[in-house]
């Protein structure tokens, strides 16, 4: 039997610290006399367009902090703090402008720095405007859902707990996590349980081919009928939103992209608030959630105008910065011959990264991309039954595995061992009610590769 415990205090904490590296933590660093850290931190922000990291890394320009005191830098950066808002810097650049030792090359500097980093290029690749046309449902929407089955469970008070789930091609419910929660375990079992009966609409591509869609939302809450007990859940909610905002306001990028999270549910009331302003500043901030929350904002216009090349712009960031989801996000574009973006060599590497993290969605299309991939530079058969036996450790009895190790048996000779992973991965595929033919094809010998090695996820 469950029962409730709120644990305020304890859950709160959790935001005292940044889950990745975020102004709060620079700031800290800074504070603590970590230069050199709190150069990088903030240089990596104030690329990123975060005006109050511009200001600081100008500052740590000009008296030498963690680099070699550099005028020009510290010159073009209060500058571009200023671009982006940031009101100290206003002041600052008053006293620095008369001791830059020429004034057009300084002016040529922040020019130069500008194109990278300044504000249009910033707003052009990065920012996000509102929309609440809301024209996702275009696109995907729920065929079937469930609520959370509470038997077994002793509640009084009341629980809300958002989960992230990707939908695969067929429409279910894959990978589903649970990323904020109050009070924190109380209804989190019930919730992941409910959103994997969740039964999705998926978009199709260009050819016609359903897509499998991303880093999708749910918030489940529960509120007791007895009104005491309502009221004192709701006031302590409300004590939670509070103390979450003032994280936020430090330059907390967890406590900012979670703050997102309650404002899109409707967890804060009477808050003016936008919550489509707040994933931006923890993505700004470097929150990979809020990251890939504004991707899945830009494909699919869920809360801002879509834009695919800003999708792809965050998609790329949240990847650089280490996010095995977004590594693994990013290489299905990247494989996707349709597109601008396709590089097959790219998104082997990427792909390869993922699964060093042990990420399975990534684990599964590395493994078929090395024993399917048309370029002879990436197919590796002996590699390919690594990753693959590696994934099964999770996923035995997944078909595009047992495919994998069937193609790559008959390849190396074992044509028995071969032909007897392919017929598995056959059954296995048409038990699950997924699409055969491919499977069917590859058992029948008509196939070299399958579904181009890559964009499938299940």
């Known amino acids: ?54 200001y600081k890394l100008a500052t740590m320009y000009e008296q030498g902090l963690g680099t070699d ?3 020009y830098p510290a010159f073009s950066w209060y500058m571009l703090a200023i671009d982006f808002g940031n009101e100290e810097a206003k002041d600052r650049y008053r006293d620095i402008r008369s001791q830059v030792p020429s004034r057009k090359e300084g002016k040529q500097r922040y020019k130069a720095l500008a194109s990278a980093y300044g504000y249009e290029a910033h707003r052009g690749a990065l920012v996000p405007v509102e929309d609440k046309s809301g024209h996702n449902y275009r696109y995907y929407s729920v065929k079937h859902k469930e609520g959370l089955d509470l038997s077994g469970y002793e509640l009084t008070q009341g629980a809300w707990s958002t989960v992230s789930f990707d939908v695969n091609q067929q429409g279910n419910v894959v990978n589903p996590r649970v990323i904020a929660s109050f009070p924190k375990d109380v209804i989190d ?35 007791s009928a007895n009104n005491s007990y309502r009221r004192e859940y709701e006031g302590q909610k409300e004590e939670y939103s509070q103390k979450l905002k003032v994280l936020a306001d430090k330059g907390n990028n967890y406590a900012q992209a979670r703050y997102a999270m309650m404002l ?55 990847s650089e910065s280490g996010n095995e989801r977004a590594q693994y996000q990013l290489a299905t574009k990247l494989m996707d011959y349709e597109t601008v973006h396709y590089d097959l060599d790219k998104a082997a590497e990427i792909l390869k990264k993922a699964t060093h993290n042990q990420y399975l969605p990534a684990m599964i299309s590395y493994a078929k991309l090395l024993a399917f991939a048309d370029k002879e530079s990436i197919r ?37 061992q071969g032909e007897k992973y392919l017929r598995q991965a056959y059954d296995e595929a048409k038990r699950r009610n997924w699409p055969t033919q491919n499977y069917l094809e590859l058992m029948e010998g008509r196939a070299s590769m399958m579904a181009n090695g890559t964009s499938l996820i299940y």
Not at 30 to 39: P, S, V
Not at 288 to 317: H, I, M, P
Request: aromatic letters at 14%; charged letters at 25%; glycine letters at 6%.
């Open 1 to 54: 039997m469950k029962t409730s415990a709120l644990g305020l205090s304890a859950a709160i904490s959790l935001f005292s610290a940044a889950a990745f590296a975020d102004y709060s933590s620079a700031n800290k660093d800074f504070e603590n006399q970590d230069y050199e850290q709190a150069f990088n931190e903030y240089k990596e922000l104030a690329q990123r367009g975060h005006a109050d990291a511009m």
């Open 69 to 71: 005191a550099d005028i």
């Open 189 to 223: 079992e019930a919730a992941l349980a409910a959103i994997l009966q969740w039964q999705f609409k998926v978009p199709n591509d260009y050819s016609g081919e359903p897509q499998a869609v991303f880093g999708l939302t749910h918030t489940f809450e529960y509120k």
């Open 264 to 318: 899109e549910a409707g967890l804060i009331e009477g808050s003016k608030d936008k919550h489509l302003d707040w994933y931006y500043k923890a993505a700004v901030n470097g929150n990979y959630d809020a990251q890939l929350w504004l991707v899945r904002c830009f494909e699919y216009g869920t809360a801002c105008k879509s834009d695919k090349k800003k999708a792809f712009n965050w998609l790329k960031t949240a």
């Open 380 to 416: 590796n058969y002996e590699e390919a039954l690594k990753y693959a036996e590696l994934a099964r450790a999770e996923a035995p009895d997944h078909p595009a595995l047992l495919s994998v190790l069937g193609v790559a048996y008959s390849e190396l000779g074992h044509m028995e």
